[in-house]
């Protein structure tokens, strides 16, 4: 009960300092001397403690503590003066001993003014200023063996009750508390004060018996103390049905329950608050209550951010497919009547005119294709790509899409190689085209990449229960810094050397995205001046 012993830890030690006066008149009075003519030093003596004594109901006050420091204070005073300052300066200590059991600064305060108060009686004992003592040796004797003693047990009562008093606070402290008899409502309890956010012990009958500070603050309970609970939670438009269901759950389950409250709908500003229920002993409970709203706030905000992030790629996803949608007519035309043209289909055309229509149906190749990445990822995106799984040897695959890519191998002066095992079993179940796809993008990036005379070589191979297809180009390579990147949308190689060949950036990412829907990886070795490896490893069979 470390609370309540915080609030009376002085008792015991002013009962002590009590206890150590009346032995010093016993033993006077054994010794035969006049402990009648001690009365009035003893009755200064007993005035702190007697005063801190009945100060005790109420010394968690500011003012009580203070009392009861001066009252100290003065008497290390008075003993000085009447006395003599050696050895009575020890009751100066008295005072911070005491405040000891207060707060921590009270300390620090009766320490600063016991200073202050014996140095200015020392400097006037040494200029003269105060006689020398005005009692006989007999009482001086008596009262500085007194001072002494009293002293140090009063000090090492107020260590004790210090240190006991102090302890962390427990379960059963507050337990403690609770199984006290229930003070008037409006009645400051120092002892429910300590508990953060509002809270509340209510009985049996569910009427609010204590609170704490800012319970009464909030809930304006100098006014409404003593109503049932849910009654008062009505005023704030708060829905009661689930908090007196919450209340009957925690004493019939004998656990603590936990339920979010939504305060003030009629309002402009609605309250959101979290309800925690403990049950106690004989029926009673306590609610905790904790204003929500910043956290609610946040997350609201957050819905909204996201809302609206989603709706922005909905909507670019949209435009992307709706305009590539919209380019690839006109541009079928365009490829359509420039190869025509290339093939002389309505009669010869000048050197100039033909080498036009091939830069014409080139550049609409090369668009068509940009604009089908774009399709094909923003399908991706929206998670509208749909797989259409088929068993099929890769090798087909492979061989199929190296032939697609020689023409523009050839017309850069690269060669293409492949290199697969002969014999082995290639069966793999994927996405056909999607297959096809991932390769002629790879082999495109390669080709592009590779200066003339360089060698794009195709790898296939099983690995446990994956494929792995590897493409490797003697190309300039990449950063390390690049490599992390390759695979974002719109990221594409930086080298000056090939700033012609650059595309939409959209290829790698592409090929990631669909080896991710087969459940695969893609792996990148690359370095500056040594060339790019890209490695596919496919689940050969997805679903086994």
């Not at 005023?235 to 919450?246: A, G, K, Q, Y």
């Not at 033909?354 to 399709?375: N, P, R």
């Not at 994956?466 to 949308?489: C, T, W, Y």
Request: hydrophobic share 45%; aromatic share 6%; charged share 20%.
């Amino acid at each position: 009960m470390n609370m309540i012993l915080r609030r009376y830890a002085l008792v015991p030690v002013c009962l002590m300092w009590l206890g150590a006066l009346i032995a010093a008149l016993a033993a006077a009075w054994l010794r035969d001397i006049d402990w009648m003519s001690l009365l009035p030093i003893a009755g200064i003596a007993a005035a702190p403690a007697i005063l801190a004594l009945i100060l005790s109901p109420v010394i968690h006050k500011e003012w009580a503590q203070i009392l009861v420091i001066l009252g100290w204070l003065a008497l290390a005073v008075i003993a000085v003066l009447a006395i003599s300052f050696v050895p009575m300066a020890i009751l100066f200590m008295c005072a911070p001993a005491a405040a000891a059991l207060f707060e921590r600064e009270k300390v620090v305060e009766a320490m600063v003014m016991a200073a202050i108060l014996a140095a200015i009686l020392f400097y006037a004992g040494q200029q003269g200023i105060i006689p020398d003592g005005l009692t006989n040796s007999q009482s001086k004797n008596w009262g500085q063996q007194l001072g002494i003693f009293a002293t140090l047990a009063f000090l090492v009562g107020s260590l004790m009750m210090a240190a006991y008093s102090r302890g962390e606070i427990s379960v059963n402290d507050i337990k403690a508390v609770n199984a006290m008899p229930p003070p008037n409502i409006t009645e400051t309890i120092v002892d429910v004060d300590i508990v953060p956010g509002n809270f509340f012990i209510l009985n049996e009958q569910n009427q609010v018996l204590r609170v704490n500070q800012n319970a009464r603050k909030n809930f304006y309970l100098y006014e409404h103390g003593g109503s049932e609970f849910t009654t008062m939670l009505q005023m704030d438009n708060i829905r009661t049905n689930s908090v007196s269901e919450l209340i009957a759950q925690a004493r019939e389950t004998n656990a603590e329950q936990t339920s979010n409250l939504f305060m003030g709908a009629n309002t402009a500003t609605p309250t959101y608050l979290r309800l925690i229920v403990r049950p106690l002993k004989d029926g009673r409970v306590t609610l905790s209550l904790y204003d929500l709203n910043d956290s609610y706030e946040e997350i609201s905000q957050l819905q909204q951010d996201n809302a609206k992030v989603q709706q922005d790629s909905e909507h670019k996803s949209l435009f992307f497919a709706g305009v590539s949608h919209e380019l690839r007519t006109p541009l079928n035309a365009i490829i359509g009547f420039s190869d025509m043209m290339r093939s002389r289909l309505f009669g010869p055309l000048p050197n100039k005119y033909a080498e036009y229509a091939d830069m014409i149906h080139d550049s609409g190749q090369h668009m068509l294709d940009l604009i089908g990445d774009v399709l094909d990822m923003s399908k991706v995106d929206a998670g509208k790509y749909e797989l259409k799984y088929d068993s099929f040897q890769a090798e087909d695959i492979i061989r199929s899409s190296l032939k697609m890519v020689q023409p523009t191998a050839d017309a850069g002066e690269v060669v293409l190689q492949s290199d697969m095992m002969n014999g082995e079993d290639m069966l793999i179940t994927a996405d056909r085209r999607a297959l096809r796809q991932i390769l002629l993008n790879l082999l495109s990036n390669a080709v592009k990449f590779s200066p003339k005379g360089g060698v794009v070589r195709a790898q296939a191979k099983p690995i446990g229960d994956k494929l792995r297809i590897s493409v490797r180009d003697q190309g300039p390579g990449m950063s390390p810094d690049l490599v992390e990147q390759i695979g974002q949308p719109y990221i594409a190689s930086d080298s000056q050397n090939i700033s012609a060949a650059r595309g939409s950036g959209l290829g790698l990412s592409l090929v990631k995205s669909l080896v991710e829907l087969h459940k695969g990886q893609m792996k990148i070795e690359s370095e500056i001046g040594s060339g790019t490896i890209i490695h596919i490893d496919l689940p050969m069979d997805p679903f086994a």
